[in-house]
C-alpha cells in the first residue's frame, strides 16, 4: 500500500520501557505496512530509553506532562491534581492532528479516553491485567461505556473487566502480546558470552522486578535445588524500578539468608534474545500475568519452560507436553519440575522445539499486527482496504 491513509494516536502514561512499551513499539512499526501511522504519546518524565527506541525505528513519537496513577503518594496526588490540565493537553494535540482513532492502555488510563471523545475521535482501550482496585474498577465500567472496542490481552483479562456486565456489549478482540519469532529466533541469535562460559545448567527468569513476580519463590527454588546440585546456576534479569527498592532490598537479604552463590542479578538488559540463547531452563513464578511476554519469547527461542498458571499461559504451553506448569506460589512444585529438566536433556530440546511450534503458530508479531489493523477497521467502520 502507497503512503499511510490513517492515523492512530496510541497513549500510554507509563514511559518506562517494559512489556506494554515493547508491545506498541513493535506493533507501531508493524503496522506501517498496512498504511497505519501510530503517534505514540508518552510522559516527558522516566520515558527516555523508550523515547529513544520509538525514534531508532522511525515511530512517531509526542511526549507531554503526563502522570501515571500508581500507590505511591506523591503520583497519586499528580495523577489527580494536574487530571483535568492533562486531559486538555491530550485533547489538543488529538485534536490539532485530526487523529480519528485513539488507543489507550492500562485500565486506569482514563484521561485518554476522555480526552478522545472530547476531540470526537474513536476510542479503543487496551485492558492486560487482571487486578485493580474496587474505586478504579467502578470508575473503570462507567468511563468505559464511552469506549467503542476493548482489546484484552488474554482470556482471563475479558473475564476480569467484561464479561458480565454492561461493557460486554462492546466490540471486543483478544489480541496476545506479540513475540517477534523471526528476530527471536535460535538459528540467529548469538549466545551471550559472559552467561554461555558458565559450564552449569543455567535457569533464568525474567521481568520487571516486583512482587507480583513472586522473584521470591524463584530463590527459594534456587535454595532447594542448589543443595542437591552444585551445577546449577540461577539468573535474575529485569529492571529495578524506584517504586520496588524494598522489595529488592527483601530479595538480596533473602539470598543473603540462604547464602547462596549460585544466583546472579543480572538487571535490565538490552540482549534478551543472547541470554536466552545461553541458558537452559526459563522459569516464571508470577503470582498475577495476563499475557506473559518473557514467556512467549522463551517459547520462541526454544526454551524447555517451567511456568506458574498464570494468565493464559495453560493455552499456549500443555503441561507434560512442551513445558510444565504449576500453581502459583507452590515452590515445591516448581522445583520439582525444574528438577526433572535438569535430568533430563532430551526434554528440555523437545520441549523447547514444540514451544516455538507454538509460538509461530499463534504469538507471531506479524498475527497480532494485523488483529490490530482488522479491530481498528472495524471499530472505524471501514471496509477491507484503508
Not at 490513517?6 to 498504511?35: C, M, S, T
Not at 495523577?79 to 486506569?108: Q, T
Request: with cysteine; aromatic share 10%.
Amino acid at each position: 500500500m502507497d503512503g499511510l491513509s490513517l492515523k492512530v494516536a496510541n497513549i500510554i502514561l507509563d514511559g518506562r520501557f517494559g512489556g506494554p512499551q515493547n508491545r506498541i513499539l513493535q506493533v507501531a512499526e508493524r503496522l506501517r505496512r498496512y498504511g497505519i501511522e501510530t503517534v505514540v504519546i508518552i510522559p516527558r518524565k522516566d520515558s527516555e530509553i523508550f523515547y529513544y527506541k520509538l525514534l531508532e525505528r522511525n515511530v512517531r513519537v509526542q511526549r507531554l506532562s503526563l502522570h501515571r496513577l500508581t500507590r505511591h503518594t506523591p503520583h497519586f496526588f499528580s495523577w489527580a491534581i494536574l487530571f483535568i490540565p492533562e486531559v486538555l493537553s491530550l485533547y489538543n494535540y488529538i485534536k490539532k492532528e485530526e487523529i480519528r482513532l485513539v488507543h489507550c492502555n492500562a485500565s486506569w488510563q482514563m484521561k485518554g479516553v476522555l480526552a478522545a471523545k472530547m476531540a470526537g475521535a474513536k476510542v479503543v482501550w487496551h485492558l492486560n491485567d487482571t487486578e485493580l482496585p474496587w474505586i478504579l474498577r467502578v470508575i473503570f465500567n462507567m468511563i468505559g461505556g464511552l469506549c467503542n472496542g476493548f482489546i484484552v490481552a488474554g482470556s482471563k483479562v475479558y473475564q476480569f473487566y467484561l464479561n458480565g456486565n454492561r461493557l460486554q456489549k462492546k466490540k471486543f478482540i483478544e489480541i496476545q502480546a506479540p513475540v517477534d519469532t523471526a528476530y527471536l529466533s535460535p538459528e540467529n541469535v548469538v549466545r551471550n558470552e559472559l552467561i554461555g562460559k558458565d559450564k552449569k545448567i543455567k535457569i533464568v527468569t525474567m521481568g520487571t522486578i516486583n512482587p507480583t513476580k513472586r522473584i521470591e519463590d524463584f530463590i527459594r527454588v534456587a535454595n532447594i535445588l542448589g543443595k542437591k546440585n552444585e551445577n546449577l546456576s540461577f539468573y535474575i534479569v529485569g529492571p529495578e524500578l524506584d517504586s520496588q527498592k524494598q522489595y529488592m532490598r527483601r530479595l538480596k537479604e533473602l539470598v543473603r539468608y540462604y547464602r547462596l552463590n549460585n544466583i546472579l542479578f543480572l538487571g535490565a538488559r538490552n540482549d534478551i534474545p543472547s541470554i536466552l540463547k545461553a541458558i537452559d531452563i526459563y522459569v516464571c513464578t508470577s503470582e498475577t500475568e495476563a499475557s506473559p511476554m518473557a514467556v512467549w519469547e522463551a517459547m520462541a527461542m526454544e526454551k524447555a519452560i517451567v511456568s506458574t498458571d498464570v494468565g493464559d499461559v495453560k493455552r499456549f504451553i500443555r503441561d507434560g507436553e512442551n513445558g510444565f506448569i504449576v500453581p502459583p506460589r507452590d515452590v515445591e512444585a516448581l522445583a520439582k519440575k525444574v528438577s526433572i529438566l535438569i535430568e533430563d536433556e532430551d526434554l528440555r530440546a523437545k520441549f523447547g522445539k514444540l514451544a516455538r511450534i507454538v509460538a509461530l503458530r499463534e504469538l507471531d508479531l506479524e498475527i497480532c499486527a494485523q488483529r490490530h489493523k482488522d479491530f481498528y477497521r472495524s471499530v472505524l467502520g471501514l471496509g477491507s482496504d484503508l
